[in-house]
């Protein structure tokens, strides 16, 4: 499989800057990310998958690279990618590589959310001076030390989508937090150096406006990960049990000052569109690799296939499909902003389950046009199709929450309800 990559010399750009418009900054993180991508990520992902491993030596590249700090502002020393230059370049990682691109978003949302995100939000002076204090010494452990922040988003009730408060409490104390609570499917377990912790501020009355955005340092006691990890997909991004018993942290350690992570939560809604960029790689991969089975480029597989018709008619439909999804995909990271309008809103959405879906029913193409030796570990366009399968499974905006809000708000105005039967 390591020759694979070595022989697709010609792989364009997965948004040709040209026909997109990129600016060249977006430009050239989008070549460095694919650079990465190609030579280092695509080589080492089947071992990944096979052992259920972090990519450890994925993420030393990245450091390397000054990638752990894509979104750190530049003034803090960062690179200072914007949600949109983000997006782009994290799926030409996902064409190669979806355990390190997924695992990779869980680390960036730590600098997205409260950098170019939260600065975007207009705050009062207090409260961005707050901020900015509280985050610097976090991107200064990112630039410096290569330090790696997860995402643990889960619990395994209501509160990931946004129904109800966090489980996870934050009890305050004179110098900071005592945090009690447990994340499931917490990606980078056992590998990041903080988890960046959702939490609930401990009140009489408990509410999501009091949702708590803290670093809670891997080495700290209290801090525990259980249980296995043997999934269908996405094995490399060993998302095990975190327990957090009696986990005591200073105030600094807050992400964002408190309360702004629920303003954010509600004003800026595209900020959960971050796990996209991964399945959008998977299916410019899917089909990648398509063209090369079929014109006979992949190493040990030389029969020509190109000039049957029922194959060329199944690659159109991929295309037509991969076109699709990457048009609704670009216009709606385009129109991130805070506060979208109600029409924007709804096209997240509907961006998101386009992706997720439609990354599954591509590599399911694949595999059908491509035929049975497309199934071999030795190839990797079934690692692709299992971890397109996991897309829509991904809380905040899993499958089924999307086509749910699609439809709900759709057909009724902020605040309309229905009137009971007489």
């Not at 950098?115 to 976090?138: F, I, K, M, V, Y």
């Not at 046009?369 to 071999?376: D, F, K, V």
């Amino acid at each position: 499989m390591n020759q694979i990559i070595d022989l697709t010399e010609t792989d364009a750009p997965l948004f040709d800057p040209k026909s997109w418009n990129l600016t060249s900054f977006q430009a050239e993180l989008c070549e460095k990310a694919r650079r990465l991508g190609k030579e280092n990520f695509a080589p080492r992902a089947e071992t990944w998958d096979r052992e259920a491993s972090f990519p450890v030596d994925n993420y030393e590249d990245l450091k390397k690279e000054g990638m752990l700090g894509i979104c750190i502002p530049d003034s803090e020393g960062g690179m200072g990618a914007d949600f949109k230059s983000y997006m782009l370049a994290a799926s030409e990682i996902g064409r190669y590589c979806g355990t390190t691109a997924l695992t990779f978003n869980m680390h960036v949302c730590s600098c997205l959310w409260t950098g170019n995100l939260a600065d975007s939000l207009g705050l009062d002076e207090p409260t961005l001076e707050q901020l900015h204090q509280g985050r610097s010494l976090h991107y200064q452990r990112i630039l410096d030390e290569g330090a790696v922040y997860s995402q643990p988003f889960s619990e395994g009730n209501a509160a990931a989508a946004g129904k109800m408060p966090f489980g996870t409490l934050a009890t305050k104390t004179e110098k900071g937090w005592i945090i009690n609570g447990k994340k499931v499917f917490a990606s980078l377990s056992g590998n990041a150096d903080y988890y960046g912790i959702l939490a609930t501020e401990d009140k009489p009355r408990l509410s999501r406006r009091d949702t708590l955005y803290i670093a809670v340092p891997a080495t700290h006691q209290g801090v525990e990960v259980i249980g296995d990890w043997d999934p269908l997909g996405m094995r490399g991004t060993v998302s095990r049990t975190l327990l957090l018993n009696n986990v005591e942290v200073p105030d600094e350690a807050q992400l964002m000052p408190r309360g702004l992570y629920h303003e954010a939560a509600m004003r800026w809604p595209h900020m959960f569109m971050t796990l996209t960029p991964t399945y959008l790689g998977i299916m410019q991969g899917a089909f990648d690799f398509t063209v090369l089975y079929l014109r006979g480029e992949i190493p040990g597989m030389p029969i020509v296939r190109r000039m049957h018709p029922v194959k060329q008619h199944s690659l159109a439909q991929m295309r037509i499909m991969l076109e699709q999804s990457k048009s609704i995909w670009f216009q709606a990271i385009s129109e991130a902003r805070p506060d979208p309008s109600k029409e924007e809103r709804l096209r997240a959405y509907a961006a998101q389950y386009t992706v997720m879906e439609n990354a599954n029913t591509i590599c399911q193409l694949a595999i059908r046009t491509c035929g049975g030796h497309s199934m071999l570990k030795s190839l990797p366009l079934e690692r692709m199709y299992r971890d397109s399968r996991c897309g829509s499974l991904m809380l905040p905006w899993t499958a089924e929450i999307c086509l749910e809000r699609l439809g709900k708000e759709s057909l009724y105005q902020h605040g309309e309800k229905d009137e009971p039967p007489n």
